[in-house]
């Protein structure tokens, strides 16, 4: 039982030892709360904060125009692409075949058009001859006619019927004959026009022959690397133009000569930001590089992303800094609103303001004193001192619930 009372008293005597340090240590409710700082000289600045997404200046996806099986496509990615070098090529033999037969029916076409321009002289010129001989035997049966008519005697009633019937003949045969000559002469421009027609017809579908095989050769349309390479030789890829599916995408080439961030800015801040702003980036690859770049982008049309309207504003980077950037990597953005060097400031948290207007809080012999100020750039942290302080002058921050003055600012 004496055991009992021993552990009963200790453990009394460690509960109030724990209490009087812990009410020893706490505030008093009733004093003020005070913390000094100095004022400082140095940058000031007010920036908006955001994350982003690096990607390449230009990204362009590779397709096909013709469809067929992928022959060649050594480039691996990240290989660095020209301008027009052949990148992946498929196999041509369907498109030389289409090629052949296109340069068939084109001279057929040709061939034709000769044809019916030689067959045309040639009806004419038979045509012009029937009309000319014709002529000459209408004149001859006109003249017999006419000499038989003029004679008194020695010409019986049917030598002069048949003389006249030879005439009438002769002139419904030059009649014929002249009839024939302007129809051949008529059909001479419309049967060229339809030949030159089917030539034509012919050279387009041969020119389009020879461009689908030039589409079996895809080539870079720009200069940079090759992002992306989703075939490989063997595989058989659809057309982008005829397939209802978009076609077989190929790879990705990106000009990586200068890279975009594309930061998500919230509308709360999006009215600060303004093209040509200065940017600083980091991203944890490096952590302790900092590059510059500048916003090239404002979208006028925010996107909703987990109920929060934001806006993929561009921000263009580019200098010797640049091979730091991969594409997909995640940046942490600061785009500088506003800033001040080598100016006075002190923390936001000092600053108070009432109906006689705006004062810091000095330390006195008797406690605290008033110092009015006049404020400039105020980042929320750290605000500029236009006049009033000093550069390191004490000042105190006192706890607003107890500072017995209007809200701080």
């Known amino acids: 039982m004496r055991a009992f009372f021993v552990v009963l008293i200790l453990a009394a005597l460690c509960v109030g030892g724990y209490v009087y340090f812990v009410a020893a240590e706490a505030p008093d409710p009733g004093k003020e709360q005070l913390q000094t700082e100095e004022v400082a000289r140095g940058p000031l600045r007010v920036v908006v904060a955001a994350t982003g997404e690096v990607r390449p200046l230009r990204q362009i996806e590779l397709k096909s125009k013709a469809s067929g099986e992928v022959v060649g496509f050594p480039k691996r990615a990240g290989d660095p692409v020209e301008q027009g070098e052949l990148i992946i090529e498929l196999d041509q033999s369907t498109e030389l075949r289409n090629l052949r037969r296109a340069e068939a029916e084109r001279d057929t076409a040709l061939a034709q058009l000769q044809l019916t321009q030689l067959e045309h002289r040639r009806a004419l010129q038979n045509s012009l001859s029937a009309v000319s001989s014709a002529e000459a035997d209408d004149e001859t049966k006109r003249a017999e006619y006419q000499r038989q008519k003029n004679l008194t005697v020695g010409v019986s009633e049917n030598d002069l019927g048949t003389a006249k019937l030879n005439h009438v003949m002769a002139e419904q045969r030059l009649h014929q004959a002249r009839i024939e000559l302007e129809h051949i002469r008529g059909r001479q421009a419309p049967d060229s026009l339809l030949a030159q027609a089917r030539l034509q017809q012919a050279q387009v579908t041969l020119e389009e022959a020879e461009d689908r095989l030039e589409d079996i050769q895809i080539r870079s349309p720009i200069r940079g690397i090759l992002l992306q390479k989703l075939v490989e030789e063997g595989q058989i890829v659809a057309s982008g133009i005829s397939a209802t599916s978009g076609g077989t995408p190929l790879g990705v080439v990106a000009d990586t000569s200068i890279m975009v961030i594309e930061a998500n800015i919230d509308e709360t801040d999006i009215g600060q930001v303004q093209v040509g702003q200065r940017v600083e980036l980091t991203v944890d690859a490096h952590p302790g590089a900092t590059l510059v770049g500048v916003v090239d982008l404002i979208p006028p049309l925010g996107e909703l992303e987990s109920n929060i309207r934001v806006y993929r ?46 004062f810091v809080w000095l330390p006195g012999p008797e406690g605290k004193t008033r110092q009015a100020v006049e404020i400039g750039l105020d980042t929320g942290i750290q605000a500029e001192v236009l006049s009033g302080l000093e550069v390191g002058q004490t000042i105190l921050i006192v706890s607003e619930a107890s500072s017995g003055y209007g809200g701080r600012r």
């Open 313 to 358: 504003a561009k921000i263009n980077v580019s200098g010797p800094q640049l091979g730091l950037l991969k594409t997909g990597m995640t940046a942490n953005v600061e785009i500088i609103i506003e800033e001040r060097q080598d100016v006075l400031h002190i923390p936001s948290t000092a600053i108070y303001r009432d109906r006689d207007g705006i």
